[in-house]
């Protein structure tokens, strides 16, 4: 089984930052694209930024130049540095994570963590 937890969320003020880490665990053969999204109250769950194996990345126009996604390999982690937050940065944000047990690919969610920009 394979789990993928969060950490890194919280409250901040208009232009501050946050680090959120995801970590994945469990029987683990391979990762693929990773990727954060998220789900603002009354909205529909968007793609905040993605990263393939090879480093590759991808980012919603609302976040470029703030947000910056990374992967730490051997730990089987992905980071989302959000810089310059704003008010509507909140919400609650995913991890996604496509894993091979060494057989098939399958997508992996993680709980969920609270983002919260106050003006």
Do not use: H
């Not at 994570?97 to 920009?117: A, H, L, P």
Request: charged residues 15%.
């Amino acid at each position: 089984q394979v789990q993928l937890v969060e950490s890194g969320g919280g409250l901040v003020q208009a232009g501050g930052s946050l680090r959120l880490s995801c970590a994945a665990s469990g029987t683990i053969f391979s990762i693929n694209a990773m990727g954060w999204y998220r789900q603002a109250a009354g909205k529909q769950r968007e793609l905040v930024a993605s990263i393939g194996s090879g480093g590759s990345t991808k980012y919603a126009d609302s976040v470029k130049g703030r947000f910056t996604i990374s992967r730490d390999n051997a730990k089987n982690t992905v980071y989302l540095q959000m810089n310059s937050l704003k008010p509507e940065d909140t919400a609650v944000y995913y991890c996604n994570s496509e894993i091979s047990n060494g057989i098939w690919y399958r997508d992996y969610w993680g709980q969920g963590t609270q983002v919260t920009v106050s003006s």
